[in-house]
Nanobody
Framework: QVQLVESGGGLVQAGGSLRLSCTAS????????MSWFRQAPGKERELVAT???????NYADSVKGRFTISRDNAKNTVFLQMNSLQPEDTAVYYC??????????????????WGQGTQVTVSS
């Protein structure tokens, strides 16, 4: 299978910045979309930003102009640069990746993997 490991969360004051990273590992054949989601206490998980294999990006309206998603395809890594953070950005942030990998029998299989989540807390 494909594993995702996130890093970069933490505590920051309102107006500050954080950069999240997520690296995928495994017998990856090709990577399609890589995305960031977040889930605040008592709320449903929501899509924050997506980066497609073709290079396009999409953002939730609430983060447009403040967050930037980017990726290093050679390292199967996706980043989320978060600027002008606000208390309402407080949540657990999850990385998601979709693509194809080789299983133990060398068969090409699709994957849809999630990271373990990283806490982002913005104080007012």
């Amino acid at each position: 299978q494909v594993q995702l490991v996130e890093s970069g969360g933490g505590l920051v004051q309102a107006g500050g910045s954080l950069r999240l990273s997520c690296t995928a590992s495994g017998s990856i054949v090709s990577m399609n979309a890589m995305s960031w989601f977040r889930q605040a206490p008592g709320k449903e998980r929501e899509l924050v930003a997506t980066s497609t294999s073709g290079g396009s990006t999409n953002y939730a309206d609430s983060v447009k102009g403040r967050f930037t998603i980017s990726r290093d395809n050679a390292k199967n890594t996706v980043f989320l640069q978060m600027n002008s953070l606000q208390p309402e950005d407080t949540a657990v942030y999850y990385c998601n990746a979709k693509g194809w990998y080789r299983d133990r029998y060398y068969r090409r299989q699709a994957f849809d993997s999630w990271g373990q989540g990283t806490q982002v807390t913005v104080s007012s």
